[in-house]
């Protein structure tokens, strides 16, 4: 059995990822900032990727990490704070990490966050394997929700997504995981480019709704990079089996 860290084990990927390493037979131990609920060859830490604390503890003994942890800012500070740790530790034979497709081509600042947290995990000295992944279903249905509120819906003209399933990511990620280092491995994107505005319709046409959709130019170079197609995934990556249609027809019933 493998003493396995997951950072972020509590989030929307690491709830699939946690017992899917548990159930292969994994000491899995999640570091997150308030206990989880107990399981089966699962074992729940308290620490903060923020401020430091409780990390060390946490990483002491375990031989591959998993780090899983984001957020809106901070990404590449976490990142710093883990693997300082990590490399003090020394136990560690194989560092994952889960970056965004085109971390390093869109010039916004979150992007550049995940960009500076794979140089991080690159330069701890341990053997390491990221993975650039799509938005996922879940953000994407989060972010359909909240535009498609208005009487009229503004939607970005140019944005195309390649939304993934978190499931796909997690057995994809598993995989990685239990398999030898690799660096920086194929994107994984979901089966499909969709316009922003097809995103949007499929939302409001799953909850039986109807909402005139205004075009809007994002502008800057951010707005070129996403109209550029920077933020799809690039030749030879691995794709996702389920579908934005797919995962609305499950997700729709339980939201209205």
């Known amino acids: 059995m493998t003493p396995i860290l997951v950072t972020g084990g509590t989030g929307t990927l690491g709830r699939l990822v946690v017992p899917r390493l548990a159930r292969a037979g994994h000491r899995v131990r999640v ?60 136990d560690a034979r194989h560092l994952v990490q889960v970056s965004v497709i085109g971390a390093d081509r869109v010039p916004l600042a979150w992007f550049r966050g995940k960009l500076d947290a794979e140089r991080a995990v690159a330069r701890s000295g341990a053997p390491w394997t990221t993975l650039r992944a799509a938005q996922f279903h879940d953000l994407v249905l989060a972010v359909a ?18 939304p993934v399933d978190a499931r796909d990511v997690a057995e994809h990620l598993v995989d990685l995981v239990l398999g030898a280092p690799a660096g920086l491995v194929p994107d994984l994107a979901g089966p499909a480019v969709h316009g922003m505005g097809d995103l949007v319709r499929g939302y409001l046409a799953a909850h039986g709704r109807r909402r005139p959709l205004l075009p809007v130019r994002v502008p800057g170079k951010a707005g070129r990079a996403y109209r550029a197609g920077e933020n799809l995934a690039g030749p030879g990556a691995t794709r996702g089996t389920r579908t934005w249609e797919g995962f609305l027809a499950e997700r729709v019933p339980a939201t209205r």
Not at 34 to 52: I, K, M, N
Not at 58 to 77: F, M, Q, R, S
Not at 78 to 88: I, P
């Open 31 to 90: 570091l997150s900032r308030r206990d989880g609920e107990p399981a089966d060859g699962v074992e729940h830490v308290t620490g903060d990727l923020v401020t430091g604390d409780g990390v060390e503890a946490a990483v002491a003994g375990a031989e591959v990490v998993v780090h899983l942890a984001g957020g809106p800012k901070g990404d590449a500070e976490a990142a710093e704070r883990l693997v300082r740790a990590v490399r003090r530790a020394g």
């Open 145 to 162: 929700a909240k535009v498609a509120k208005p009487p009229v819906v503004p939607v970005p003209g140019g944005l195309r997504f390649e």
